[in-house]
């Protein structure tokens, strides 16, 4: 039961921190509160990518596989309105560069990888909402979801250590590094590359 609640208490920092240290930036001060928004939603959907791997691989101790599974959609799904509030909130207050990033057209390298992350993270959730609609064997649509969902954690990772802004660097970084951790781990975790039956 201790063991329990202390990895629920590290989790709940690991997630915190970096939101916090945000709302510190010094970056904030000339930001308009449309823009601080869309860059939160950013972080949110950061936190939510580490979330994920622990949900899918079920890391986290009191949790049933059926309840590891239906909070995995979730925030999969809030990972979806996080995307969107983020780059909505930045068309709002720059349209220009938000269309050259959606057309990969872009002068600055993170929105490309962004962008990439983004319809990946769509096409993910996708195939989740639709799984029995594909008619895919299970181990083939794991396959395809978890490729998806790696490209997503890939884009999303390469995307926020480019950018030098709201979020600190350290906590960022350390994010950053638990996520792709996490990542590494459930897709050694579930095999998910056995499509076959042994």
């Given at each position: 039961?201790?063991?329990?609640?202390?990895?629920?208490?590290?989790?709940?920092?690991?997630?915190?921190?970096?939101?916090?240290?945000?709302?510190?930036?010094?970056?904030?001060?000339?930001?308009?509160?449309?823009?601080?928004?869309?860059?939160?939603?950013?972080?949110?959907?950061?936190?939510?990518?580490l979330l994920?791997?622990?949900?899918?691989?079920?890391?986290?101790p009191g949790?049933?596989?059926?309840?590891?599974?239906?909070?995995?959609?979730?925030?999969?799904?809030?990972?979806?309105?996080?995307?969107?509030?983020?780059?909505?909130?930045?068309?709002?207050?720059?349209?220009?560069?938000?269309?050259?990033?959606?057309?990969?057209?872009?002068?600055?390298?993170?929105?490309?990888?962004?962008?990439?992350?983004?319809?990946?993270?769509?096409?993910?959730?996708?195939?989740?909402?639709?799984?029995?609609?594909?008619?895919?064997?299970?181990?083939?649509?794991?396959?395809?979801?978890?490729?998806?969902?790696?490209?997503?954690?890939?884009?999303?990772?390469?995307?926020?250590?480019?950018?030098?802004?709201t979020m600190?660097?350290?906590?960022?970084?350390?994010?950053?590094?638990?996520?792709?951790?996490?990542?590494?781990?459930?897709?050694?975790?579930?095999?998910?590359?056995?499509?076959?039956?042994?």
């Amino acid at each position: 039961m201790l063991r329990q609640a202390a990895v629920w208490a590290a989790l709940v920092a690991t997630l915190l921190i970096p939101v916090i240290a945000a709302a510190f930036s010094p970056y904030l001060a000339w930001r308009e509160p449309i823009y601080i928004l869309a860059g939160f939603a950013g972080i949110i959907g950061m936190c939510l990518l580490l979330l994920q791997p622990l949900l899918a691989g079920r890391w986290l101790p009191g949790l049933s596989p059926v309840n590891s599974r239906h909070w995995h959609r979730r925030c999969g799904l809030a990972l979806v309105v996080s995307i969107v509030i983020h780059v909505i909130g930045l068309w709002i207050t720059s349209p220009p560069d938000v269309v050259d990033a959606l057309l990969f057209v872009s002068a600055t390298p993170f929105s490309t990888w962004g962008v990439t992350a983004m319809w990946a993270g769509f096409a993910a959730a996708a195939m989740g909402v639709l799984r029995q609609r594909l008619s895919l064997r299970f181990r083939v649509w794991r396959l395809g979801h978890a490729g998806l969902a790696s490209a997503t954690m890939l884009g999303s990772l390469v995307h926020a250590m480019l950018i030098e802004g709201t979020m600190e660097v350290m906590t960022k970084t350390a994010l950053c590094g638990l996520v792709l951790l996490a990542s590494v781990r459930t897709l050694a975790r579930l095999r998910v590359w056995e499509v076959h039956r042994r």
